[in-house]
């Protein structure tokens, strides 16, 4: 058997729970530093739902590949997705498309790298790295705006 198999103890409806709370968490911080709307929750769900599913459903010998394969297109698409909302509150969007599957790429790498066999210790560190991957970026777009947003304050007065 693979790193999971299937009595994995997770369904549909709990891939859509923890797309929302991830989604959720993400637009707490982002409401609060760039006045983020809403639509941030709306636009993560659906993807990380589907990337969470995939990775339930597709619980083989060849999870690493396919695991590798979901973080790529599904957290590129995530990525695309919310780059359409931070568009309107920072400069430089674009760098959230390749951010976001990197993180991804790097979380399961490093659960990988340190052979981690149970299922929630495997899932906590991969998400760990990508929350600090994509929290570290987050934070370069709210320093990078609010130093933008005085200049362009400075600017116009």
Do not use: M
Not at 43 to 53: E, M
Not at 59 to 75: G, N, P, R, Y
Not at 99 to 124: D, E, K, T
């Amino acid at each position: 058997a693979g790193l999971l198999h299937s009595s994995l103890p997770l369904d549909e409806l709990a891939a859509l729970g923890i797309a929302f709370f991830l989604s959720l968490l993400q637009w707490f911080v982002l409401e609060h530093y760039l006045g983020v709307d809403g639509s941030w929750i709306w636009l993560s769900i659906p993807t990380y739902g589907l990337f969470l599913y995939v990775i339930i459903y597709f619980t083989s010998q060849s999870i690493v590949f396919i695991s590798l394969v979901a973080s790529i297109v599904c957290l590129g698409l995530l990525g695309l997705l919310q780059r359409s909302v931070l568009n309107y509150y920072v400069h430089r969007a674009t760098v959230w498309v390749v951010v976001s599957p990197i993180a991804g790429i790097l979380g399961l790498f490093l659960a990988l790298l340190f052979r981690i066999r149970s299922h929630v210790l495997f899932w906590s560190v991969s998400g760990i790295v990508y929350g600090c991957i994509t929290g570290i970026a987050l934070l370069g777009f709210c320093i990078n705006t609010k130093v933008v947003a005085k200049i362009d304050t400075i600017s116009v007065n």
